[in-house]
């Protein structure tokens, strides 16, 4: 079995670049990954930089890129720390150290300058994580992006939300958004207010806070005095915990608490580690194909790897690195247009994520992404619709 290569060496004190002084032995193919190793997102950066290893680890050890001698694949890690500046200045270095192709990076407020600076160096650029709708409107090539974007996750919610409504004695009509209030949390928010009416879903109101607040007790007394039938909640896992802990020391019970892209509910940490806070919780939000044997396999190796869960973001770094991988076989080079024009042609069937062939519009979009619905019981989360991919029936109203 041949030894994956990953890089390993120390990085120079000045840059976050794990690796950029790197010599190649000129049968290595170098890619970047740019996610929040440190700072507040890290567990969930560290996750996803954990399946790109997991990826690469898979094709060097099935013989590397066989249309360039078995080259294998080199990765090049790069922690931009959350912050905006940071993902500009890492792309920078990871073309420094000749990387083929980047992939990140959870964040829309930094995925937005880094995939900028990637286009304006011509390097092919995977998004992973990223939903503003932003990202893949600005007339970009060298960009591609592999989850729904905000507007989409929007549409999914209100979709599902008249669907399931119809099922119950006792629809549920009023709602707030709760909403971090970087680009991420921002456009979600936007794109569910500017359709609600339409799903007569009436939005009470909207209410915006900083993913590294102390304190959410305003937010919680306004929701607790405007009693909506539903907490929409578009966060990260800090503050989505401090969220939902939050309204249960209240005396208002909400009929359902649902996410929309959100970072805590559908964290595989929060769903196992936070049962008192989580049972019933829905999220319309990426996962991993339940009905996919691959997906199963990809799992379990995942966690006998690193003694930890795959969740949904991991999942699409894992075939953000797949998907980067299969363009650079095609291309059967290391010139980056090429493989960027390998990415527009790509037609990948075999993958593990509850959607058709992964295909990118003109636009760099993955046309068939889709965002389902999950809801938490007993320490897992199950997709609960729509039923192609149905686990178990759901509980609405949760409560």
């Known amino acids: ?27 290595s193919v170098k890619i970047g990954s740019i996610h929040p190793l440190s700072g507040g997102l890290a567990q969930e950066g560290q996750e996803m930089r954990d399946a790109i290893r997991l990826a690469i680890e ?18 090049v890690e790069s922690d931009h720390e959350g912050l905006a500046e940071k993902g500009v200045t890492e792309v920078q270095k990871l073309d420094s150290a000749k990387v083929v192709g980047i992939i990140g990076t959870y964040s829309s407020g930094v995925a937005l300058p880094a995939t900028q600076e990637a286009e304006r160096s011509g390097i092919p650029f995977v998004v992973d994580i990223g939903s503003a709708d932003e990202i893949t409107e600005r007339g970009f090539k060298y960009t591609f992006r592999m989850q729904p974007p905000a507007t989409s996750f929007s549409k999914d919610f209100l979709t599902y939300f008249e669907e399931i409504n119809k099922s119950t004695n006792t629809p549920l009509k009023t709602a707030v958004i709760v909403h971090e209030d970087s ?13 609600a009416e339409e799903y007569e879903l009436e ?47 209240t005396k208002f019970t909400p009929k359902a608490i649902i996410g929309v892209a959100n970072g805590a509910f559908s964290n595989a940490s929060f769903i196992t580690d936070e049962a008192a806070a989580n049972q ?66 790509t037609d990948y069937t075999d993958h593990i994520l509850p959607q058709d062939t992964i295909k990118f519009d003109e636009k760099g979009q ?22 192609e991919y149905q686990e178990v029936e759901y509980v609405y109203p949760a409560n």
């Open 58 to 75: 898979e094709v060097n050890e099935a013989g590397g890129i066989k249309s360039l001698d078995g080259a294998k694949i080199e990765l």
């Open 280 to 345: 019933n919780l829905m999220d319309v939000n990426y996962t991993i194909n339940p009905k996919s044997e691959e997906a199963t396999k990809v799992k379990e190796a995942y966690l006998e790897k690193y003694n930890k869960h795959l969740g949904p973001n991991a999942a699409y770094s894992y075939m953000a690195a797949k998907v980067l991988i299969d363009a650079i076989e095609r291309a059967g080079s290391t010139d980056r247009t090429a493989v960027m024009q390998a990415l527009e042609e």
């Open 183 to 195: 680009v991420f949390g921002s456009s979600i928010a936007k794109a569910i207010n500017e359709q």
């Open 1 to 27: 079995m041949m030894s994956v290569l990953l890089v390993i060496v120390g990085a120079c004190s000045d840059s976050n670049v794990q690796g950029s002084d790197y010599e190649s032995d000129g049968n």
């Open 366 to 387: 993955n046309i068939n992404a889709r965002a389902v619905l999950n809801q938490i019981f007993e320490n897992e989360s199950k997709v609960v619709y729509p039923e």
């Open 203 to 249: 939005v009470l109101a909207t209410l915006p806070h900083s993913a590294a607040t102390a304190d959410l007790s305003t937010t919680i007394n306004k929701i607790t005095s405007l009693k909506p039938d539903i907490v929409l909640s578009t966060t990260y896992l800090r503050d989505g915990v401090m969220l939902v802990e939050g309204l249960q020391n």
